[in-house]
């Protein structure tokens, strides 16, 4: 089936330590986008690639980065991660086009825990 | 700005019962709407979404939602609950842009089944 993966589901990392996410898509979708959600909230978007063009979140701050190498990978960088980034990352694709209704879809995330 | 209102935090049912999760939009102009569950530790999935077409639209695992322009609702309904519909659940409507869909989620409604 085509999917969303996420690699780690689980990651735990000290306080300044970089590290580093991983999502791929089978879906051969042009937009990945990396969300954060923190505890009992809902999903706050980072930034998206449509292709190689990267667009940043004006809110999103400087520590968090990412890379798409080619369509199927795309990773989220934290370089110096507080306790304030511990939460769930979500990775999600959709097809390119503003049409009405296109669908996002997401990856099981993966849970970053700060020590 | 499109917004979504998500008018309870927590419902609580009994398995065998109605769901009824509400939700108020806020758009300039036709929005496109989805309802997304997230059960524990997982990702996203979606549910059903509105485009235009049809004012009640069917989903998937028994629940439909109906879009009501003159009271600007979307409120997602379910005839009888099951233990496993116990989740996390958002109203969520789509800003488009240039060539990709961003999303604008509300809080969230946790479900809550009690046998």
């Known amino acids: 089936d085509a999917m969303v993966i996420q690699n780690p589901r689980y990651q735990v990392t000290q306080f300044g330590k970089p590290v580093t996410l991983s999502c791929s898509q089978t879906?051969?979708?042009?937009?990945m986008y990396w969300y954060q959600q923190k505890s009992s909230q809902a999903p706050k978007l980072l930034f998206h690639?449509?292709?190689?063009?990267?667009?940043n979140e004006a809110d999103t701050p400087d520590n968090f980065q990412s890379r798409r190498p080619n369509t199927s990978f795309c990773f989220l960088d934290i370089r110096s991660p507080g306790l304030g980034d511990a939460a769930m990352y979500l990775c999600a694709t959709s097809s390119g086009g503003s049409g009405r209704g296109v669908e996002q879809f997401f990856g099981p995330g993966t849970r970053l825990t700060v020590l | 700005a499109q917004s979504v209102t998500q008018l309870d935090s927590h419902v609580s049912v009994s398995e065998g019962t109605p769901v009824l999760l509400r939700c108020n939009y806020s758009s300039s102009y036709s929005p496109s709407l989805f309802w997304y569950v997230q059960h524990p530790n997982k990702g996203l999935q979606l549910l059903l979404k509105y485009t235009s077409a049809a004012t009640l639209v069917k989903g998937i695992n028994g629940f439909e939602a109906e879009f009501k322009k003159s009271e600007t609702s979307f409120h997602l309904t379910k005839p009888s609950a099951h233990m496993s519909d116990a989740a996390e659940y958002f109203c969520v409507v789509s800003d488009p842009g240039t060539g990709f869909q961003k999303l604008v989620f509300g809080t969230g409604t946790r479900l809550l089944v009690s046998p």
């Open positions: 879906l051969n979708h042009n937009v």
């Open positions: 690639y449509y292709d190689k063009d990267f667009n």
